[in-house]
Structures are given as C-alpha cells and as structure tokens.
C-alpha cells in the first residue's frame, strides 16, 4: 500500500529535481568536490560537474539501446510520461508537473519500482552536481552524528551494505544479522527454505525495505539504548 510518506517523499524529490535543474547553468564551469556515493544505483558516478551540467542540458539519443550512465532530466521525464501516459506533452514543465499530479497513481502501478529508481538516480546525479548531496561518509567536517541526522533524507530506492546503513543508523547491521540467524535456525528445524523479511539485492539492501521491516533508522539506534 502506498503511503503518504512515499508520496511526499517522492514529490519532494520532484520538487530538487526542478529547482537543481534550473541552476545547472551555474555550475557549467564549477569544478568541485563531489560527495563519495553510496547508493550504487545508476548515475552516480563521479565525473567532472561542468561536463555533466552540460551533457544534461544538451540532446539525448532516444533509441540507444542502453543508457551513459548519466540520466538527462527532460530525458526522464518524457519517457516516464510516454511509457505510462502513452503520449508526450509540450514543455519539460508540463512533462515534471504531470509527474508530481501522479505520483500516486504511479506508486500505486507495475512501474513503481523502475520509476522510483529512475527518479531518485536523477535526484543524486542534479544534487552532487549542485553542491545538494547529503553526506554519504564522514570526513573532516561530517562525523557520527551528522550521518545520522541526515538518515531520514537517504532515498527508498538507494541501496545500501549493511555496514554503510549502519552509519547512519547504529545497531541496525546486528539487528539484521540477528534476524536472519534466527529465521535460518527456524527454518532449518521446520525442514523449510528462509523466509526472510528483508531479502538483500547481492550485497546491498534497499533502504525501503530497511524502513518497512527494521524502522531504519530510527528502532535500530533506540534498540541499541534499551
């Protein structure tokens, strides 16, 4: 069931993407540091931030058969539009705001999951690009708590090591191994395979699932001072 946090959240996604998008011409010449990225999800890569700002701006090939790595904004947003609507609109604002009116009945659909995906790859890519990004991994300026702050601003669709979510929610790496130790030794007396209740994607974990079954972040640090 969708809810009105995953919309909100999604929206407000919407929302950076649109603002971050106009201020890319800032950024044309700027050459600055960029944020190590923890999401593993498709176009986050480092590259240098004039290049990328204008690759954005500039044309796409609509019928290559696989992406560059680097998602264009009206490129997204138009294709989302032409693959669930059926048909593309006029500007890229009637194509961002037929997105936001949306996103509901989108998060409600078969196309959830890659949309969402798509979505927060573009919110990543315009964020380190403009200076937006939240922390991903201390450094001189960035402890702990920081890290922790920012938890609730990491995206449902990133994904995450059980030891970087750990970063920004302590306690949670040990809750996960716990459980699933616990659901393999119940398993194996009931003669069944594991049913786990957060099913990693290889190596990492999507931050959604994390929130819907561990409360990421914030039951994994109170479980942790009780």
Known sequence: MTTLEQIGGMRDQLEDIRHWRDALSDVMLTISSQALDLTGIRGTTDRIPGGDALAMLGP?????????????????????????????????????????????????????????????????????????????????????????????????????????????????????????????????RKHRDPLYRCEPDGPRYKVADLRRHYAFPALAMEAETV
Do not use: C, Y
Not at 90 to 117: M, N, V, Y
Not at 166 to 181: M, T
């Open 60 to 188: 796409w090939a609509p019928d290559a058969d696989h992406g560059d790595d680097l998602p264009h904004p009206e490129q997204i947003m138009r294709e989302w539009v032409e693959q669930i609507h059926g048909e593309r609109l006029g500007s890229w604002e009637e194509h961002w705001r037929w997105h936001w009116d949306q996103t509901p009945r989108i998060l409600a659909s078969p196309w959830a999951d890659a949309w969402q995906a798509d979505i927060t790859a573009l919110w990543w890519r315009l964020a380190k690009l403009t200076g937006n990004a939240p922390k991903a991994e201390p450094d001189i300026m960035a402890g702990a708590e920081e890290l922790q702050r920012n938890a609730a601003r990491v995206p449902n669709g990133a994904m995450l090591t059980l030891r970087e979510a750990d970063q920004f929610a302590p306690g949670i790496e040990n809750r996960v191994k716990r459980d699933r130790n616990a659901e393999r030794d119940r398993a194996r």
